[in-house]
Every structure is written in C-alpha cells, then in structure tokens.
C-alpha cells in the first residue's frame, strides 16, 4: 500500500491528510509532488496530518525533511500533527523531532500557523 | 533458513521486507522487534539496489537470513563497487540534520544489535546484521 493525500482549508492553514507509507519510491514522490504543488499555488501554511501514516523509511524521513525545508525556504511554516509512536519514535531516533513543531491537536496546529 | 536472489529494483524491497518480517515473526521474534528488523532489512535492501547496484538489471542482491539460538543474523549482498560503512557521515551532526538523505544505515545500526560489512571479490559489499533475543526481550520490557 501505498500513500494517498487528500488536501483541506481551515482558516489560512492547508491540511494534508495522509494516509498508507511514506517509503522510498511512489510514497515519497506523491509526498513531493502535493508539498510542491501548494507551494507554487501560494500555500505556505501548511499541515501535515499523519494520522493514517503506519510507516516512514529513510527515504520518506528525507521527504519530510525536505519538505519542511522548502516551505521554510519560501518564507511559509510546515507543522506535523498526529505522529503513531512508529513514526514519533523515528523522529527522535534522528533527532528530528528538534526540528520539526508537532502537535496532536489539529486546533492548536491551526493556531500556531497564525 | 530464508535465501533468495532478488532483483536490483524496488519492488524486490517491498518483497524481500515482507520475506523477512514472516521469517523473524515465525521465530518468535515479538511484533515491535519485527518492525525493527523488516525496516533494518529495508534500508540494507535500498542501499543495496540504488546504491550499490545502481538499478542495474544485471547484477543482484542476495539475501539470507538464519536463526541460532542467540538470534537472527541477516547478510545481504550487491554486486556494486562497494563502501566504507565507516565513511557515512553521522546524520545527528548539527549539519547534517536538514539533508535529505544519509539516514539509512543510521537506522539499521539503531534497530539491530551488530552491523558489519565486508568487501566482496572481484566486487560487492555484504552486510550483516544480528538482532539478539536476549535484546529484544530488555528492550521489549524497558
């Protein structure tokens, strides 16, 4: 299985909920290609909902990360909301969990985005 | 014990995972421990076909896995130029934390108890990796 993303607004924040693997290959493209794609449409307050996500490999890790570095690029913020302990224990594992503002209240993701 | 000739492609990521996962789960290895060892698995097989093998449909990636009384031990060859396991930079260095990549074997050396590699003749890496009962079961209870 792979990943599927729907996308939706709430207030000036795009959420993105995931759902399946982020792994290297279709996962970590189709990850890419939507945090491109609201980028270059002006979304630049954006959530990454991983509610659904049951795994992440390197390969998805390096996408997360790159995704966060290319909304920050771009002046925006990329926050990630409900981590499963697989996924949260990753991120601290690699020390990402410093890096990345996560949160496990959708609300309090929202308002942190201003 | 497990022993299979993939191909150098994704998909025999996916396979040789699962492969993997079935066998440690079959050997009494618990559920949590069975993730670590299919991911280990997964990032040795990634590294091994992109990396080593470079996707080329000529060369393959052999994998086998085996139980003793002490664990599992994993070996997983390419047929690459080979690398220094030695000389991947450290993906907890402060600039090392925002690249994209460099995570792989990072991860395999967390999940598993040991992890060496050896050059293969004429070409190739091996690496081995042993997840340990005995670990297993403090890690489960810690």
Same mark, same amino acid.
């Given at each position: 299985m792979s990943i599927k993303t729907s996308s939706r607004q709430v207030g000036e924040a795009t959420i993105v909920d995931l759902s399946g693997r982020i792994t290297l290959g279709e996962g970590s493209s189709t990850l890419r290609e939507t945090v491109r794609d609201l980028v270059s449409k002006g979304q630049k307050k954006i959530i990454l909902n991983?509610?659904?996500?049951?795994y992440i490999d390197s390969s998805g890790i390096g996408e997360l990360v790159s995704s966060f570095t290319t909304v920050s690029n771009q002046g925006g913020k990329l926050k990630l909301l409900h981590l499963q302990k697989k996924v949260h224990d990753l991120l601290q594992i690699t020390k990402l969990y410093t890096v990345f503002d996560v949160y496990t209240d959708e609300a309090a993701a929202v308002k942190s985005l201003g | 014990m497990l022993e299979v000739q993939l191909e150098s492609t994704l998909e025999s990521v996916d396979a040789g995972e699962e492969m993997v996962q079935g066998f440690a789960a079959q050997h009494g290895f618990p559920d949590e421990a069975v993730h670590q060892i299919g991911m280990a698995v997964r990032e040795s097989l990634v590294n091994a076909v992109v990396? @080593?093998?470079?996707?080329?449909?000529n060369k393959k990636v052999s994998l086998n896995a085996a139980v003793s009384s002490d664990g599992l031990t994993i070996r997983i060859q390419d047929q690459g130029v080979g690398f220094d396991l030695d000389g991947v930079p450290n993906p907890l260095a402060e600039e090392n934390l925002?690249?994209?990549? @460099?995570?792989g074997l990072f991860l395999v050396r967390a999940f598993m108890d040991k992890l060496y590699s050896r050059r293969l003749s004429p070409h190739g890496t091996e690496l081995v990796m042993v997840k340990n009962y005995a670990s297993t079961a403090i890690k489960e209870e810690g």
């Open positions: 991983l509610e659904d996500v049951s | 990396h @080593g093998n470079c996707f080329n449909a925002l690249r994209k990549t @460099g995570r």
